[in-house]
T-cell receptor
Framework: AQSVTQLDSQVPVFEEAPVELRCNYS??????LFWYVQYPNQGLQLLLK??????LVKGINGFEAEFNKSQTSFHLRKPSVHISDTAEYFC???????????FGKGTKLSVKP | NAGVTQTPKFQVLKTGQSMTLQCAQD?????MSWYRQDPGMGLRLIHY???????DQGEVPNGYNVSRSTTEDFPLRLLSAAPSQTSVYFC????????????FGQGTRLTVV
């Protein structure tokens, strides 16, 4: 079955600390992979995407992700987080059978001062 | 360039009422879709369209209807609202069914009482 799994539902972290949000995908989905961010009461904004090419993808706001085919992972990282990074992050894969994105259940990142 | 525009942003309905959530995009995208977002569930596909005049059901279509008379517009109709339809609804569009990148509206927060 096609699926995307976000391994942590909540991640608390202190400001200026590094963070990694984990995402695994089933090998049956396509390798079009995305991370979206949702700030409170807002829509989804694309952080970064992997379509092909270099396995290290850089996105907006200092985030990056690494595509690892052997481990079927696409973890999101930031070396130093800010209070303003507090949001919910969604990992998604393209290639659903209906042309849709397949979403993970989200990870709430909470950055504390 | 407005992207994907959803209206209204908030709505309260009584059980049994009907309403239409509006969605319009100005990017000439062929593929449009509706998702609902519920806590801890990620986003689930309700209906989608691969072009004007063509629609199909997604993962959770019951209680919803769609039409696509133009490339730009993809309204979602709730036929007889139920409390289980309390959710946040997102419209998305992408260039094609291969869905290399989806653009999302700001969402409609619907409460059914």
């Amino acid at each position: 079955a096609q699926s995307v799994t976000q391994l942590d539902s909540q991640v608390p972290v202190f400001e200026e600390a590094p963070v990694e949000l984990r995402c695994n995908y089933s090998s049956s989905v396509s390798v079009y992979l995305f991370w979206y961010v949702q700030y409170p009461n807002q829509g989804l904004q694309l952080l970064l995407k992997y379509l092909s090419g270099s396995t290290l993808v850089k996105g907006i706001n200092g985030f990056e992700a690494e595509f690892n085919k052997s481990q079927t992972s696409f973890h999101l990282r930031k070396p130093s987080v800010h209070i303003s990074d507090t949001a919910e992050y969604f990992c998604a894969a393209g290639g659903g059978s209906q042309g849709n994105l397949i979403f993970g259940k989200g990870t709430k990142l909470s950055v504390k001062p | 360039n407005a992207g994907v525009t959803q209206t209204p942003k908030f709505q309260v309905l009584k059980t049994g009422q009907s309403m239409t959530l509006q969605c319009a995009q100005d990017m000439n995208h062929e593929y449009m879709s509706w998702y609902r977002q519920d806590p801890g569930m990620g986003l689930r596909l309700i209906h989608y369209s691969v072009g004007a005049g063509i629609t199909d059901q997604g993962e959770v279509p019951n209680g919803y209807n769609v039409s696509r008379s133009t490339t730009e517009d993809f309204p979602l109709r709730l036929l007889s609202a139920a409390p289980s339809q309390t959710s946040v609804y997102f419209c998305a569009s992408s260039y094609s069914i291969q869905n290399t990148e989806a653009f999302f509206g700001q969402g409609t927060r619907l409460t059914v009482v």
